[in-house]
């Protein structure tokens, strides 16, 4: 039997907001520039697929925007009203990057959002274009500041301690710190690489249905592109964001790697393909290992070592099962999506893209597999940071507002109640939308042209069947 | 009285934040709260396009608060939202459902539509009272040792607060109802004009029982507002409120539509003011002030650059946006 106590509740919270959260902001993040691409291709190639598919991704926008939007709220409070002891140790390096993503992000998104979504008609076309890329750019600034705030909590630095508080000494220093530039990276991929496989899915999902083929031919074949390209840049990346976790978060790396103990002198470490992390026995069950693979990995040599779990007091160490277990999932995920590039690159120079159904099948299947690798993903680094709120300077346990069972447990169902009834509800509208397809914006055959009949607004009449 | 100092000017920033927030968001909000009282779909639909392209921003200026408080006043943040645990997390659950009911009321089924209009109102409600509850909340205090709250979890709950909820009900309303009156016509203009004269009328009352009864709980707010010195310098204020609420009164049948709203803003200007110069300098009434929650210098002062460059950029573009976006709304064309 577990047993809960009142801030068990607080972090299952905040890990389930928060994961639900982020869902929205990295397809907002994808979508926004996908945008932008496409409505700047409009202008310039004048070709109306372009228009047509900008059309129909704003839509899928704006549901996933109102609620990235909502339940980002929450977290701009939670910090507060749950762990009011680590705003008050912490808030004055957080608080200013959460106000200058505020001030330089949000704004700029919510400004010119109303335009874009709604402006069509209201304002010129390249006024109009400059509004869908401020969106854009506003979404990368956002996730700017709030990796520098996230990433300084792992790898903190440029602060004095007084009076049991952090203060600010050196902001370069704090934006700046170590794990930061290859947070940044490995989450915008991640963002780009999530909505490519969504935009990919959904064209091969209606290939396979024999629906609007031309634009479905299009959103699969831009997305395929893309997958090709960032796909293996994402795990050179990655790659180098482990080396980095390794230089300033060991125990991290140690939990992803399943490493318990210190290595015989030339045997290396090897790397655990598949275990069940014991935290009580300290080794992994059932582990299936290729020697000095992890070695090769981590330190570029066979026999090089890297630091084990048993190296520091239990009490210092992450919950291993969680982060090892997300480890692989993640790079499994991203191992297909490679593979999903390549091959859509061979069917591709064999003019066979379009017509595969088990290769259309595949992609329809890997249409989540970008935001399952990235939940799993941050699973790593959060989970893997334990158990410090603030690496190394302040511990969860010491981070949460006093409140009660009583509170937890009630504010805990709501929010599970609310977030699987409303944005379960959202997502469905979303996948509705995406099942309903492009309304084409004019015909290509009759050269209608915008004015004459604008896009068919999506008002209640055509309220999409789910 | 004030002096010029970093913590000061953060106050400043953060009450102007707050400022923003409910006066753009109160008209958003209000609309929500009147929803019931318009049953005709095309109307309901001309109701929340008036607000749709704008209402994110809107919101936007209640994250700014949020998290210039947590920048400037981290022990503040802490504090008042432990405190305020029940108030913020219905506050926060409202403005979910209001906010996606923007998004999926058009978005839905038909069979889905009255659901999420429902759900509209509801979340507008929840929101709009929780706030009001928190507000009547800080204006009593709360108990702090060693920098942290040190109260019961329902300290929140009195009837003061009970009466500030159902007071910013009224306040939003008024917005609401306003704010229509500048975006619609026909029959919606004329129904939400005939709501102005009671709503105005509820709301002075309501404002004038938190104007009493803020004095009897805190003796540094009676000593302020009824001693003799200052009594010169704060007496034009509620003379002011006063006047607006007449000229709103009288504004109700005016040809220039946009007068009711911005003499509804006024009038709420000049209530915000009394409560700020009420609290002042304090925080976290009814003991700490802005000077004990401040933090550190470094702090206040890089967030500061940020807020004097970026601000002013984004009050343009936000009217940019409302320029945009002016007239009547007269259909749905356009929207979605």
């Given at each position: 039997m577990i047993d809960f106590t009142a801030i068990d509740l607080a972090r299952i919270q905040f890990a389930f907001t928060v994961s639900f959260h982020i869902i929205f902001p990295a397809i907002t993040i994808g979508l926004a520039s996908y945008l932008a691409v496409l409505e700047g291709l409009w202008l310039y190639t004048r070709k109306p697929i372009y228009m047509t598919l900008c059309r129909f991704w704003m839509k899928v926008f704006a549901v996933n925007f109102a609620m990235g939007v909502v339940s980002g709220i929450v977290m701009a409070y939670q910090f507060g009203t749950n762990w009011s002891q680590f705003s008050n140790f912490a808030g004055a390096i957080t608080g200013p990057l959460l106000s200058y993503e505020v001030m330089t992000a949000f704004f700029l998104e919510a400004g010119f959002l109303g335009v874009m979504l709604f402006g069509w008609n209201k304002v010129g076309e390249k006024l109009h274009f400059t509004s869908t890329c401020l969106v854009a750019i506003g979404t990368l600034i956002s996730m700017t500041w709030i990796l520098a705030s996230n990433s300084w909590m792992q790898t903190p630095q440029g602060y004095e301690i007084i009076d049991g508080r952090a203060v600010p000494v050196d902001w370069f220093e704090i934006i700046f710190n170590p794990s930061f530039p290859y947070r940044l990276v490995h989450m915008g991929l991640a963002a780009f690489l999530a909505t490519a496989l969504l935009v990919g899915g959904s064209g091969a999902w209606h290939l396979l249905k024999g629906s609007h083929t031309q634009a479905a031919k299009k959103m699969l074949s831009m997305a395929m592109w893309m997958l090709l390209i960032i796909a293996p840049l994402q795990a050179f990346v990655g790659d180098e964001h482990g080396l980095n976790t390794l230089e300033y978060q060991p125990m991290k790396v140690a939990a992803m790697e399943g490493h318990w103990h210190e290595s015989e002198p030339g045997e290396g470490v090897p790397l655990v393909l598949f275990g069940w992390p014991n935290m009580e026995e300290e080794r992994n069950d059932y582990a299936i290992e290729i020697p000095h693979l992890a070695s090769l990995i981590?330190?570029?040599?066979?026999?090089g070592t890297i630091a084990p779990l048993?190296?520091?007091?239990?009490?210092?160490?992450?919950?291993?099962p969680i982060v090892f277990f997300s480890f692989r999932i993640m790079v499994a995920l991203g191992l297909l999506m490679i593979l999903l590039g390549i091959t859509g690159l061979v069917l591709r120079k064999k003019g066979r893209l379009y017509e595969k159904k088990w290769f259309l099948r595949f992609c329809v299947a890997m249409g989540p597999a970008g935001l399952i690798a990235m939940l799993t993903g941050w699973f790593v680094t959060e989970v893997g940071r334990q158990p410090w709120v603030v690496y190394g300077l302040q511990r969860t346990v010491d981070?949460?507002?006093?409140?009660?069972m009583t509170a937890m447990s009630y504010s805990l169902l709501t929010f599970v109640v609310l977030y699987v009834c409303v944005f379960g509800v959202g997502v469905r509208y979303m996948l509705a939308l995406i099942k309903k397809g492009p309304e084409q914006v004019y015909d290509n055959d009759n050269k209608d042209d915008l004015n004459k009949r604008?896009?068919?607004?999506?008002?209640a009449a055509d309220g999409v069947e789910l | 009285m004030m002096n010029f100092d970093l913590p000061s000017i953060w106050a400043l920033i953060i009450g102007f934040g707050l400022m923003m927030y409910v006066f753009l968001d109160g008209f958003d909000l209000g609309i929500g709260l009147l929803f019931?009282?318009?049953?005709n779909k095309h109307e309901r639909d001309i109701m929340v396009n008036s607000v749709a392209p704008v209402w994110d921003g809107n919101e936007t200026w209640l994250v700014l608060g949020g998290a210039g408080l947590l920048a400037a006043f981290p022990m503040a943040y802490s504090v008042i939202l432990s405190a305020l645990y029940g108030p913020i997390l219905v506050m926060l659950f409202g403005l979910i459902l209001r906010g996606v009911a923007f998004e999926f009321r058009f978005k839905a089924t038909e069979s889905h539509r009255p659901l999420w209009d429902k759900l509209f109102f509801v979340g507008s409600f929840m929101a709009t009272f929780a706030q009001g509850v928190a507000m009547g909340a800080v204006i009593i205090g709360f108990p702090v040792e060693n920098g942290e709250f040190?109260?019961?979890?329902?300290?929140?709950?009195?009837p003061f607060s009970l009466f500030t909820g159902c007071s910013l009900l009224f306040a939003y309303g008024l917005l609401g109802a306003t704010w229509l009156v500048v975006k619609t016509e026909h029959n919606l203009y004329k129904q939400m004009r005939k709501l102005i004269k009671p709503l105005t009328i509820l709301l002075a009352l309501c404002m004038l029982g938190i104007s009493i009864y803020t004095p009897l709980i805190n003796a540094d707010v009676k000593a302020m507002w009824f001693n003799w010195s200052n009594i010169v310098y704060l007496a034009p204020l509620p003379i002011i409120t006063g006047i607006f609420v007449l000229l709103l009164l009288g504004s109700?049948?005016?040809?220039?539509?946009?007068r009711p709203f911005i003499y509804a803003l006024c009038m709420l200007f000049m209530g915000y003011l009394g409560l700020c110069i009420s609290l002042w300098p304090n925080i976290i009434p009814p003991s700490v002030s802005i000077y004990e929650a401040a933090a550190p210098e470094s702090s206040l002062k890089f967030t500061l650059v940020g807020v004097v460059i970026i601000v002013p950029f984004i009050l343009a573009y936000t009217f940019w946006s409302y320029y945009v976006f002016r007239g009547k709304v007269v259909d749905t064309e356009g929207y979605h």
């Open positions: 981590l330190t570029h040599s066979l026999d048993t190296s520091v007091p239990p009490e210092d160490r992450p919950y291993v981070a949460s507002s006093a409140h009660s604008p896009a068919r607004p999506l008002s | 019931p009282l318009v049953k040190a109260g019961g979890s329902l300290d929140w709950l009195t109700v049948n005016s040809s220039k539509h946009y």
